[in-house]
Protein backbone atom coordinates (compact mmCIF):
# COMPACT_ATOMS: atom_id res chain seq x y z
CA UNK A 1 0.00 0.00 0.00
CA UNK A 2 2.71 2.00 1.05
CA UNK A 3 4.11 1.94 -2.55
CA UNK A 4 0.56 2.50 -4.23
CA UNK A 5 0.97 5.65 -2.14
CA UNK A 6 4.09 6.66 -3.20
CA UNK A 7 3.69 6.01 -7.11
CA UNK A 8 0.34 7.82 -7.03
CA UNK A 9 1.85 10.82 -4.78
CA UNK A 10 4.61 11.08 -7.23
CA UNK A 11 1.95 11.09 -10.30
CA UNK A 12 0.12 13.97 -9.22
CA UNK A 13 3.86 15.68 -8.78
CA UNK A 14 4.37 15.32 -11.82
CA UNK A 15 0.81 16.58 -13.23
CA UNK A 16 1.70 19.66 -10.96
CA UNK A 17 4.96 19.98 -12.67
CA UNK A 18 3.82 19.52 -15.87
CA UNK A 19 0.88 22.05 -15.46
CA UNK A 20 2.96 24.49 -13.97
CA UNK A 21 5.31 24.68 -16.87
CA UNK A 22 2.67 24.45 -19.42
CA UNK A 23 1.23 27.75 -17.96
CA UNK A 24 4.75 29.43 -17.70
CA UNK A 25 5.64 28.64 -21.37
CA UNK A 26 2.00 29.52 -22.31
CA UNK A 27 2.17 32.39 -20.33
CA UNK A 28 5.29 34.09 -22.44
CA UNK A 29 2.40 34.43 -25.32
CA UNK A 30 -0.01 37.16 -23.29
CA UNK A 31 1.39 40.48 -22.69
CA UNK A 32 -0.85 41.97 -19.99
CA UNK A 33 -0.63 45.57 -20.28
CA UNK A 34 -4.26 46.71 -19.64
CA UNK A 35 -3.97 50.71 -20.03
CA UNK A 36 -1.54 50.21 -22.95
CA UNK A 37 -3.44 48.04 -24.93
CA UNK A 38 -7.42 50.02 -24.14
CA UNK A 39 -5.04 53.55 -24.86
CA UNK A 40 -4.50 52.17 -28.72
CA UNK A 41 -8.01 50.96 -28.94
CA UNK A 42 -10.24 53.92 -27.94
CA UNK A 43 -14.01 52.71 -28.07
CA UNK A 44 -13.65 49.53 -27.34
CA UNK A 45 -16.03 49.53 -24.18
CA UNK A 46 -18.54 51.42 -26.44
CA UNK A 47 -21.34 48.92 -26.22
CA UNK A 48 -23.41 51.01 -28.73
CA UNK A 49 -24.19 48.27 -31.65
CA UNK A 50 -21.82 49.10 -35.04
CA UNK A 51 -23.00 47.79 -38.09
CA UNK A 52 -20.74 44.59 -39.36
CA UNK A 53 -19.20 44.87 -42.37
CA UNK A 54 -17.34 43.05 -45.07
CA UNK A 55 -13.87 42.72 -45.68
CA UNK A 56 -13.96 43.19 -49.41
CA UNK A 57 -13.36 40.64 -52.44
CA UNK A 58 -9.39 40.84 -51.91
CA UNK A 59 -7.88 39.29 -55.27
CA UNK A 60 -4.66 39.23 -53.88
CA UNK A 61 -2.44 35.80 -53.13
CA UNK A 62 -3.96 34.47 -49.17
CA UNK A 63 -0.44 34.39 -47.19
CA UNK A 64 0.15 30.58 -46.07
CA UNK A 65 1.57 29.28 -42.93
CA UNK A 66 2.63 26.24 -41.59
CA UNK A 67 1.09 24.71 -38.62
CA UNK A 68 2.47 26.14 -35.35
CA UNK A 69 3.81 29.16 -37.19
CA UNK A 70 2.97 32.76 -35.08
CA UNK A 71 0.21 34.04 -37.62
CA UNK A 72 -1.43 37.19 -35.99
CA UNK A 73 -1.75 38.86 -32.46
CA UNK A 74 -5.72 39.43 -30.43
CA UNK A 75 -6.31 41.86 -28.53
CA UNK A 76 -9.02 42.14 -25.70
CA UNK A 77 -8.77 45.30 -23.70
CA UNK A 78 -11.37 44.36 -21.62
CA UNK A 79 -8.92 41.67 -19.80
CA UNK A 80 -6.19 44.16 -20.93
CA UNK A 81 -4.22 41.54 -22.63
CA UNK A 82 -2.23 40.86 -26.32
CA UNK A 83 -1.91 37.54 -27.32
CA UNK A 84 0.17 35.66 -29.86
CA UNK A 85 -2.00 33.42 -32.23
CA UNK A 86 -0.64 30.45 -34.43
CA UNK A 87 -1.82 28.87 -37.10
CA UNK A 88 -3.73 25.69 -36.43
CA UNK A 89 -5.19 24.28 -33.22
CA UNK A 90 -3.15 21.05 -33.50
CA UNK A 91 -1.89 20.11 -29.64
CA UNK A 92 1.63 21.78 -30.73
CA UNK A 93 -0.28 24.71 -31.78
CA UNK A 94 -2.24 25.41 -28.72
CA UNK A 95 0.91 24.93 -26.35
CA UNK A 96 1.97 28.04 -27.83
CA UNK A 97 -0.73 29.94 -27.33
CA UNK A 98 -3.84 30.97 -29.02
CA UNK A 99 -4.51 28.54 -31.97
CA UNK A 100 -6.46 30.05 -35.37
CA UNK A 101 -8.57 27.22 -36.54
CA UNK A 102 -7.60 25.75 -40.28
CA UNK A 103 -10.61 24.21 -41.72
CA UNK A 104 -12.91 23.97 -44.23
CA UNK A 105 -15.39 25.95 -42.72
CA UNK A 106 -12.83 28.68 -41.26
CA UNK A 107 -10.56 31.63 -43.08
CA UNK A 108 -8.11 33.79 -42.18
CA UNK A 109 -9.28 37.79 -41.17
CA UNK A 110 -8.46 38.85 -44.74
CA UNK A 111 -10.90 36.36 -46.38
CA UNK A 112 -15.17 36.93 -46.05
CA UNK A 113 -16.20 34.00 -43.56
CA UNK A 114 -15.31 32.55 -39.88
CA UNK A 115 -12.60 33.40 -38.01
CA UNK A 116 -12.16 31.02 -35.10
CA UNK A 117 -9.64 31.46 -32.43
CA UNK A 118 -9.18 28.71 -29.43
CA UNK A 119 -6.98 28.74 -26.63
CA UNK A 120 -6.78 26.40 -23.23
CA UNK A 121 -9.07 27.95 -20.13
CA UNK A 122 -6.34 27.38 -17.95
CA UNK A 123 -3.53 29.13 -19.51
CA UNK A 124 -4.20 31.95 -22.14
CA UNK A 125 -7.57 32.26 -22.05
CA UNK A 126 -8.27 31.68 -18.31
CA UNK A 127 -10.05 35.03 -17.48
CA UNK A 128 -12.46 35.11 -20.82
CA UNK A 129 -15.49 35.10 -18.63
CA UNK A 130 -14.16 38.93 -18.46
CA UNK A 131 -15.73 39.77 -21.80
CA UNK A 132 -19.44 41.52 -21.82
CA UNK A 133 -21.65 41.60 -25.10
CA UNK A 134 -20.69 45.12 -27.01
CA UNK A 135 -16.86 45.25 -26.11
CA UNK A 136 -14.35 44.88 -29.10
CA UNK A 137 -11.90 42.61 -29.90
CA UNK A 138 -8.70 43.20 -32.29
CA UNK A 139 -7.06 41.06 -34.70
CA UNK A 140 -3.88 42.31 -36.43
CA UNK A 141 -3.27 40.54 -39.41
CA UNK A 142 -1.00 40.63 -42.11
CA UNK A 143 -0.14 44.92 -41.41
CA UNK A 144 -3.99 45.23 -41.19
CA UNK A 145 -6.50 45.79 -37.79
CA UNK A 146 -9.48 44.16 -37.57
CA UNK A 147 -11.76 45.49 -34.99
CA UNK A 148 -14.83 43.13 -34.29
CA UNK A 149 -17.59 43.62 -31.61
CA UNK A 150 -18.80 40.94 -29.57
CA UNK A 151 -22.70 40.24 -30.13
CA UNK A 152 -23.75 36.76 -28.29
CA UNK A 153 -21.79 35.12 -25.64
CA UNK A 154 -22.79 31.43 -24.50
CA UNK A 155 -22.10 28.19 -23.04
CA UNK A 156 -22.33 24.65 -24.95
CA UNK A 157 -21.59 20.99 -25.06
CA UNK A 158 -18.45 19.69 -26.22
CA UNK A 159 -19.83 17.73 -28.82
CA UNK A 160 -21.84 20.94 -30.29
CA UNK A 161 -21.39 20.97 -34.20
CA UNK A 162 -22.99 24.13 -34.48
CA UNK A 163 -20.15 26.17 -33.56
CA UNK A 164 -17.36 25.73 -36.08
CA UNK A 165 -19.43 26.40 -39.28
CA UNK A 166 -19.28 28.17 -42.32
CA UNK A 167 -20.63 32.26 -42.07
CA UNK A 168 -21.51 34.21 -44.71
CA UNK A 169 -20.41 37.64 -42.60
CA UNK A 170 -17.10 38.32 -41.67
CA UNK A 171 -17.01 36.74 -37.82
CA UNK A 172 -14.90 36.06 -35.13
CA UNK A 173 -15.47 33.27 -32.51
CA UNK A 174 -12.89 32.49 -29.75
CA UNK A 175 -13.53 29.07 -27.83
CA UNK A 176 -12.29 27.88 -24.72
CA UNK A 177 -12.90 24.87 -22.15
CA UNK A 178 -15.69 25.37 -19.68
CA UNK A 179 -16.24 25.83 -16.60
CA UNK A 180 -12.75 27.97 -16.18
CA UNK A 181 -12.57 25.97 -12.83
CA UNK A 182 -13.32 22.51 -13.16
CA UNK A 183 -10.18 19.83 -12.63
CA UNK A 184 -10.00 17.70 -15.30
CA UNK A 185 -11.37 17.36 -18.50
CA UNK A 186 -14.18 20.22 -18.91
CA UNK A 187 -17.65 18.93 -20.43
CA UNK A 188 -18.46 22.39 -22.04
CA UNK A 189 -17.67 24.87 -24.63
CA UNK A 190 -17.67 28.79 -23.58
CA UNK A 191 -18.40 30.75 -26.87
CA UNK A 192 -18.11 34.40 -27.75
CA UNK A 193 -18.64 35.55 -31.15
CA UNK A 194 -18.26 38.86 -32.93
CA UNK A 195 -18.41 40.49 -36.45
CA UNK A 196 -16.16 42.45 -37.78
CA UNK A 197 -16.79 46.18 -37.62
CA UNK A 198 -13.97 48.13 -38.75
CA UNK A 199 -10.49 47.93 -40.25
CA UNK A 200 -7.40 50.36 -40.06
CA UNK A 201 -4.00 49.90 -40.90
CA UNK A 202 -1.82 51.52 -38.94
CA UNK A 203 0.80 54.06 -40.18
CA UNK A 204 4.46 52.03 -38.97
CA UNK A 205 6.90 53.69 -36.89
Excluded at 54 to 74: I, W, Y
Amino acid sequence: MKKVGLLLLSAGFLIVLWSGYSFWNQSKAVTHQPEAIQENHPGWDSTVEKKTISVGDDKELKPTFEHGEKAAMLSIPRIGSKYSVYYGTDEDSLKKGVGLHDSKWTVTPEEEGHVVLSGHRDTVFHNLDQVEEGDHLYVEFEGTVYDYQVRKIWITDEDDRSVIVKKDKSTLTLTTCYPFDYIGFAPERYIIQSELVSTETPLRK
